[in-house]
């Protein structure tokens, strides 16, 4: 076969067309840190790519789900240890209250300060965190406990439905707590606390004395619903643990899939910048000067 000189040209463009692609495509490599920039580069390298990040958006999810959990668990357990508090400060002014020395006047003052905590306990009972009510089941739009034009409690009604949250896949926790269990059927803790004031107000020492023991069981109710909930807290932060290590291991997929390594880009780069070096001067030397070169 014979070799033209235009064939000579034809192959030296070509492959120095094929040289400069390689440098674009090292080049492009080094500007942003991937192996491809494009499906087409590399489509296995893409699929990949696409299930990994997947694995790594669905991750993040859940640890955005698992801190609205924890915002709803920490302020939960906040509320409630308040409640807590004021429980066990009425039983204090309960066993103070049912001494023999104490008369009309001083049992009245003290029934004073059972009612501030009674309207305390109902500030806790509605306790608003984002705009939700936490206390009132998934009904969070509402407060379980309204009161009258005088300031008194007017209505009770907790919704005891569960707001379950996904935390991992296929994987829900509740996050809210039951209202019964800490609060008593439609709020009888605020009922007891009534009894107290009552008996306080008639002086009626066996009243109190009886008041000492509901408020005994109110405390407990208390104390068990959080610990219900630390229960699930624990449980939580294992699960938090389990999502983090399952991001670090997806995020490291998905470098490895995706990211260059640099030493060996920038080698295959001033490799390829010598090859077109070399190119560009043998090209000199294959085109040689025609006749029209003269005739010009």
Not at 96 to 109: F, G, N, W
Request: no cysteine.
């Amino acid at each position: 076969m014979r070799v033209t000189q235009s064939m000579l040209s034809n192959n030296m463009l070509k492959n120095l067309d094929n040289s400069y692609s390689n440098l674009g495509k090292y080049m492009d490599q080094l500007s942003t840190g991937k192996k491809i920039n494009r499906p087409s580069d590399d489509p296995v390298v893409a699929m990949k790519g696409m299930n990994y990040r997947s694995q790594v958006i669905e991750v993040e999810q859940f640890q955005r789900n698992i801190g609205e959990v924890h915002n709803w668990m920490d302020n939960s357990d906040a509320a409630l240890d308040k409640a807590t508090q004021a429980l066990q400060k009425l039983r204090e002014l309960a066993v103070q209250a049912s001494s023999d020395t104490y008369d009309t006047d001083e049992r009245k003052s003290i029934m004073e300060e059972a009612e501030q905590l009674k309207e305390h306990l109902a500030d806790i009972a509605n306790t608003k965190v984002n705009g939700k009510y936490i206390f009132n089941g998934d009904n969070t739009k509402n407060a379980p406990i309204t009161f009258g034009a005088d300031g008194e409690i007017n209505t009770i009604d907790f919704d005891t439905s569960d707001v379950n949250i996904e935390v991992a896949n296929g994987t829900k926790l509740k996050a809210n707590i039951d209202p019964v269990k800490a609060f008593g059927a439609s709020g009888s803790v605020f009922g007891d606390i009534d009894k107290f004031i009552n008996a306080l107000n008639d002086n009626n020492q066996e009243g109190i004395n009886q008041s000492i023991e509901s408020l005994d069981e109110n405390i407990n109710n208390t104390i068990n619903t959080r610990a219900d909930l630390g229960a699930r807290m624990n449980r939580l932060e294992l699960v938090e643990n389990r999502l983090a290590e399952q991001e670090v291991i997806a995020t490291k997929m998905m470098s490895e899939n995706e990211d260059i390594d640099y030493e060996e880009v920038i080698t295959n780069l001033i490799t390829q910048e010598s090859v077109h070096r070399a190119a560009l001067s043998a090209g000199s030397r294959i085109i040689q000067p025609t006749l029209l070169d003269f005739l010009r």
